[in-house]
């Protein structure tokens, strides 16, 4: 069956009424510069693509949907990277529309077309067809089963009509495509898979274990350091053409440790003669110090002369031992399987584009059975910018992804000087902003994750910014959270509001303009009111910023 569908989608339409219909896309009546809809239709069958797919313009992935009108028969063809070409067919795709009959009447490039609504997903379809050609067919499956669709329009504004309709000899298919190699496949596979091929996918860790244990090594894939709780995988980053966006997806499981914990998501930049992967390797002490004058010293927080600290590209936190814990039964709660984090990254583009780079995953945590993540980073060609940046340097990463060797808390937010931070700019750089990631810990009543405190940028002395970092909305997540501490006002530990984050929640940068910056030398600080110890309880801030900005080539 499947071998007759293919020699019918490469024969020549040898019949005498073919007919090739462009379909034209206006909003409001103003025409959008879109790649025009393009119909070949007999009475016995029609293929939907468009003019650039004609033109041998259009860069894979695309389709092309073929209808066979008398079995209501539907086949789908994805061309897609690689010369991969998959396939499904369905009998329910013209079936799966319900239409309202009307009595009006216009006419659309001299044929007499009648009206009829129907509804997709609460938009409201309006349809003009004509029985006066004996076709079934249109720029879309809408309507097929009706007549000749000439015009559609969605919501009152969006409207695709035919622009031309002739009469053609033949078309030849096999000139323009090779279907012999189409894979068949089912609906849903064939969805994922023309989906999946309009991104690019760089995978990182697939079900890989961050936990605390002695018996976690590295291997040749992924390296492993501070007793497991950080790993670490080589990633080779295509070239990123300017205005793509970039996401970082991460999926998470509890399997074994029931708290919420700090989670991050990092790269580590090598353009110096240290970086983050020297203190991995070597131990937190091989790096650059950073001192304020209240007696400790934290290393690899700050950029040198020699020295980049990791790169922040997400920061999560667990939720309380979803999945593990789930057994945990309370009336009316479902809870959630896994938690998902997903992040738009595109302004850390020049960072990425072209590099291999060391990319890292950490979650806090003491339990042997900790946690399981799924990392993929997706790229994305678009032709929008958000940020129109080509530079990106990071200044400081105070998050202490050693924690289970060795790293500090970062704690120097105790003082008047807090967090200062020297650079050098090689170039003058425009629009100059600075990406700044914050979040507030000490988990006690009076503990900062718990008190709203106001954070200070300074840019060469001058206050720029200065904001509470604060979230309220922690109650919608209790179903990621089954291990969660309940009280006796009622409330569940998940639900209370922190200092810029939940348990089961991705925390956004702040972008803090900081104007146009000359080359040379420049300070930054940060300036938060620290809380003050209680016993053995204290406070801590962990901080990141990355520079953004325009240098012009």
Sequence with gaps: MRTALLFLFISILGFSQNYKITYQTSFEGKTRPQDPVVVF??????????????????????????????ESKTIYFGFLAHQEIAATETDKALKSYTYQLKDDTKKILGYVCKKAITSVNSNTIEIWYTNQLNLFAGPNLMGQNLGLVLEVTRNGSTTTKATELKKVKSMDFSTLFNTEKAKFTDGLSYKDLLWKSKF???????????????????????????????ILKKIKFPEIASGSQIFVQLNEQSKGDAYDRTGTV????????????????????TVPAYENGNGKKYYGVEITKDY???????????????????????????????????????????????????IGAFIGNYDKGGHQIDLEITIHKNDGEVFKNNFNLPLFNTLNIMEMAGQDYSTMFN?????????????????ATLRYLSTGHGGWGNGDEFVPKVNSVYIDGQLVHSFIPWRSECGSYRLYNPASGN????????????????????????????????SGKHRIKISIPQGENEGSSFSSWNVSGTLLGTVKK
């Excluded at 690019?200 to 040749?220: H, R, Y």
């Excluded at 348990?503 to 940068?509: A, F, I, K, Q």
């Design 41 to 70: 239709a007999n009475p016995n069958e029609n293929y939907i693509l468009t003019e650039s797919i004609l033109k041998k313009e259009k860069q894979v992935p695309f389709e092309v949907i073929k209808n066979i009108s008398k």
């Design 200 to 230: 690019e996918t760089l995978s990182v860790f697939n079900q890989a274990t961050i936990n605390f244990s002695g018996e976690s090594k590295s291997d040749e894939i992924i390296k492993r350091f501070a007793n497991g709780t950080v």
């Design 266 to 285: 990092f790269a580590v930049p090598q353009d110096r003669t240290m970086s983050f992967l020297d203190a991995l390797e070597k131990g937190i002490k």
């Design 308 to 358: 980049l600290p990791a790169l922040e590209l997400m920061r999560f936190f667990t939720p309380f031992g979803v999945k593990q814990f789930n057994h945990i039964q309370l009336k009316g709660k479902n809870w959630e399987e896994k938690a998902n984090y997903r992040q738009d990254i595109s302004e850390l583009g020049p960072s990425l584009s072209g590099k291999e780079l060391w």
């Design 415 to 431: 003082n008047d000087k807090g967090l200062e931070i020297d650079f050098d700019l090689k170039e003058d750089l425009e629009n």
């Design 487 to 518: 009280f006796e006002n009622g409330l569940s530990s998940s639900d209370l509001s922190r200092s810029n984050w939940c348990p089961g929640t991705v925390t956004n940068p702040n972008f803090i303009p900081l104007g146009n910056l000359k």
